[in-house]
């Protein structure tokens, strides 16, 4: 039983619509991922946090998706104006950021724009 | 380029047989973790590890830091095992990072 809690597990858009995703992570791990993997299976690393604060991330997020860790709630990642391009599995995972601990995934959040 | 290679692309064994699966990755890393995605995309974690083998049932992974690379084996194969398998790099350098694998599809016929 997956110990990340995604939500919901699948979701259906029209383009140009929003789509928010939620994530709730391990107790205790700072570190958070979301993930992108498209349709031909490839996984592209979209942006971490580390204590609510955003460590990394690439263009497309900065750009077209919003994503926050605020304490105490959900984590979540919103694509503001959707597009069919943007359908794919979207994947959490947290980590305690220590060597010795292995990530762990949430189950994935299922986006398909219609 | 390309951090992790992942090979075969597809592999398809008779029941019994046994399976290896492989990750070559460019850089240095913490560890690799392997695991098994469902059909429905929700991922299973088989293995991580770091250096040196480890084994749960009929799989085994190891992992050569100073080769680059880790592998899968899965011995006696059965049905139940086909799928698609991921390896992932795990670096951390004050910003952890996962770095997956192309993945390899297995397919197991009776």
């Known amino acids: 039983n997956s110990k990340v809690i995604q939500t919901p597990r699948y979701l259906v858009k029209g383009q140009g619509q929003k789509a928010k995703m939620r994530c709730i992570p391990e107790?205790?791990?700072?570190?958070v991922f979301w993930y992108q993997q498209n349709k031909n299976n490839e996984f592209k690393f979209l942006i971490n946090f580390q204590n609510q604060e955003v460590l990394q991330q690439i263009d497309m997020t900065e750009k077209r998706f919003s994503a926050e860790c605020p304490s105490n709630s959900p984590c979540s990642l919103e694509i503001q104006s959707s597009e069919a391009g943007d359908s794919a599995l979207y994947l959490c995972?947290?980590?305690?950021?220590?060597?010795?601990?292995?990530?762990?995934f949430g189950e994935g959040t299922r986006l398909s724009v219609l | 380029g390309q951090q992790v290679q992942q090979s075969p692309a597809s592999l398809v064994l008779q029941e019994g047989e046994n399976a290896e699966l492989q990750c070559n990755f460019s850089t240095s890393l913490n560890s690799m973790q392997w695991f098994y995605q469902r059909p429905e995309g929700s991922l299973v974690s088989l293995f991580y590890n770091p250096s040196g083998t480890k084994q749960s049932g009929r799989l085994t992974s190891t992992t050569v830091i100073k080769e680059r690379r880790s592998s899968l084996h899965i011995s006696s194969s059965q049905i139940t095992d086909s799928g698609t398998y991921l390896c992932?790099?795990?670096?951390?350098?004050?910003?952890?990072?996962?770095?997956f694998g192309a993945g390899t599809k297995l397919t197991i016929k009776p």
């Open positions: 995972a947290s980590s305690l950021f220590r060597n010795n601990q292995a990530p762990l």
């Open positions: 107790k205790g791990h700072p570190v």
């Open positions: 992932a790099m795990v670096t951390n350098y004050g910003n952890e990072k996962i770095t």
